[in-house]
């Protein structure tokens, strides 16, 4: 080898032994990355090779395009030593940018103490203040900011995760995705190639603490309206990476096949998270989409409503097919759907629907400068209407139906879940008010009268991104009780279904389908 080869592939061990003594990465996040790298590059220097037909040996080749390629990691690794680096903020810039947080939320929520007093909250303010050490890691300020706003128990107030970006998928997340059943935890799909648990298994302790005492730390990181909401997103992975500080976790789990009581310590890894990500991605489409089940059944994948490009085409030729085909049954699946856009429920309403309908009764709005700044209040009320601390109430009128020759005409169902949120959770009230169908799941993380029409905003010393609402909507038949839309027939899956990869939901429509024909 030439002595710049030699180079590289010292720089490269020196690298790896930093990362691994220093405990920056794992030694398999370590070759997870060469393999990202090296792998493609293998396939494509091999392609290049055959297109281009060097005239120079073949191995020489391949020799000078690995020692490139062995570069690029390099670069690649030192940029992941740069983002995995803490950074800190001082104790006076965490506590102007808290103080900044509050008043922002008084001036722009419309009921921001409505379950906790301001003079309760103000001692919770001054307990975290109080405890702040000189200074603080950016995921620690993280932490306390989430502490503060879940208290308000508003599903849209919440701080985001920009100040850890795209890092966070460099970071220990929770290997495992599990899901809450009556007060316990049990693990339902693996998210690591090496450190496995059964599925179906039934985590009892991590970290040395009770799952119940698991939970209830875990509420205190997250915003939600309702119980079935706080549920749906303290068992995400990510969620459990920030409340553990991304570090490693020992587990005491009852093993499903065995019954016994067994421990592992385990930690998340780059593969983990890239695992989860590209799962999320395939089990929950962010694009409608439409498949005929049985020839008599049609279903609608509606998880999610961000689709505006394509929403109206798709209704429009799924409806088209539906009347050619002569379906008189349609499944519609709104579970995990977060919301976004209304105006894609709004539509499918249109096709479903055979009386007009509304999607909010009212809606009272607050005006604060900060809104008024974005333009939003103009648009909505006029200038005329831009007084600070003023609460507007709009009663809808009734949405009348257009003329729809591919209205459907035959029975629907929906299906619910406790990750139906927002938006998701507005066209479930809607359906539950003025549809003809039948609700079958679980109660929807979202509540029936509820906060919306978000407005963000960043925190001037730290760019902390915060999250919250400035109106209070109130949903077709709503009650305001902080209940979601109850289904008509509660199903939901048990740990066997998990086991044995069943929909219970799905299959319970079918056959209730099927018994009423």
């Not at 103080?99 to 379950?115: G, Q, R």
């Given at each position: 080898m030439k002595n710049k080869h030699w180079i590289i592939v010292v720089i490269n061990l020196l690298l790896i032994g930093f990362l691994t003594i220093s405990e920056r990465l794992q030694i398999k996040d370590v070759v997870f990355i060469y393999l990202l790298v090296l792998i493609p590059s293998a396939i494509l220097m091999n392609i290049e090779y055959l297109i281009v037909r060097k005239k120079i040996d073949y191995s020489k080749f391949i020799i000078n395009k690995l020692f490139f390629n062995l570069t690029l990691v390099i670069i690649l690794l030192g940029f992941v030593i740069y983002l995995i680096q803490p950074k800190y903020i001082s104790k006076d810039t965490a506590v102007n940018d808290l103080?900044?947080?509050?008043?922002?939320?008084?001036?722009?929520?419309?009921?921001?103490?409505?379950?906790i007093?301001?003079?309760?909250?103000?001692?919770?303010?001054?307990?975290?203040?109080?405890?702040?050490?000189?200074?603080?890691?950016?995921?620690?300020?993280?932490?306390?900011?989430?502490?503060?706003?879940?208290?308000?128990?508003?599903?849209?107030?919440?701080?985001?995760?920009?100040?850890?970006?795209?890092?966070?998928?460099?970071?220990?997340?929770?290997?495992?995705?599990?899901?809450?059943?009556?007060?316990k935890l049990f693990v339902t799909e693996n998210l690591s190639l090496f450190e496995r648990i059964p599925i179906g298994s039934?985590?009892?302790?991590?970290?040395?603490?009770?799952?119940?005492?698991?939970?209830?730390?875990?509420?205190?990181?997250?915003?939600?309206?309702?119980?079935?909401?706080?549920?749906?997103?303290?068992?995400?992975?990510?969620?459990?990476?920030?409340?553990?500080n991304f570090e490693?976790?020992?587990?005491?789990?009852?093993?499903?096949?065995?019954?016994?009581?067994?421990?592992?310590?385990?930690?998340?890894?780059?593969?983990?998270?890239?695992?989860?990500?590209?799962?999320?991605?395939h089990n929950k489409p962010t694009k409608l989409f439409y498949r005929e089940l049985t020839?008599?059944?049609?279903?609608?994948?509606?998880?999610?409503?961000?689709?505006?490009?394509?929403?109206?085409?798709?209704?429009?030729?799924?409806?088209?097919?539906?009347?050619?085909?002569e379906i008189d049954h349609l499944i519609i699946d709104i579970r995990q759907n977060g919301g976004g856009h209304s105006v894609i429920g709004l539509e499918l309403m249109q096709y479903i629907f055979n009386r007009p309908f509304n999607d909010r009764d009212s809606s009272t709005r607050k005006i604060s400068n900060e809104l008024i700044a974005t333009g939003k209040v103009d648009k909505k009320f006029g200038a005329d209407k831009r007084i600070p601390g003023t609460l507007i109430t709009t009663v809808f009128e009734p949405i009348q139906l257009i003329d729809n020759p591919l209205r459907f005409s035959g029975k629907t169902y929906l299906l619910t879940d406790n990750g139906t949120f927002s938006a998701g959770q507005?066209?479930?009230?809607?359906?539950?008010?003025?549809?003809?169908?039948?609700?079958?799941?679980?109660e929807t993380g979202g509540v029936?009268?509820?906060?919306?029409?978000?407005?963000?905003y960043n925190l001037p010393n730290t760019g902390q991104k915060i999250m919250t609402s400035w109106e209070k909507a109130y949903s077709p038949c709503g009650v305001d009780n902080n209940r979601g839309v109850l289904p008509d027939y509660y199903v939901t899956n048990s740990i066997q279904d998990y086991v044995e990869k069943k929909d219970r939901v799905l299959e319970f429509t079918l056959n209730l389908i099927n018994s009423e024909r």
């Open positions: 103080k900044f947080m509050i008043t922002s939320l008084e001036n722009i929520h419309p009921d921001i103490y409505h379950v007093s301001k003079d309760s909250f103000a001692k919770e303010m001054n307990n975290e203040i109080e405890d702040l050490p000189d200074k603080i890691s950016e995921l620690e300020f993280f932490k306390i900011c989430a502490r503060l706003t879940s208290q308000f128990r508003s599903g849209h107030t919440k701080p985001m995760e920009n100040l850890m970006g795209f890092k966070i998928i460099l970071y220990k997340a929770f290997p495992y995705q599990t899901k809450i059943i009556d007060n039934e985590i009892i302790e991590i970290n040395g603490k009770s799952i119940s005492k698991v939970t209830d730390e875990w509420r205190r990181l997250v915003s939600y309206e309702n119980n079935a909401f706080r549920n749906y997103q303290i068992t995400k992975p990510t969620k459990i990476g920030i409340w553990n490693s976790y020992r587990i005491k789990y009852i093993d499903y096949k065995s019954k016994k009581v067994k421990e592992k310590s385990v930690s998340g890894s780059i593969y983990s998270n890239f695992y989860s990500f590209f799962k999320a991605k020839p008599n059944i049609g279903y609608i994948g509606f998880f999610d409503c961000h689709d505006l490009e394509n929403y109206k085409q798709f209704y429009k030729s799924t409806f088209n097919e539906l009347k050619n085909n507005g066209f479930a009230s809607t359906y539950k008010c003025y549809g003809n169908g039948t609700i079958i799941g679980e029936t009268v509820n906060f919306g029409d978000v407005h963000l």
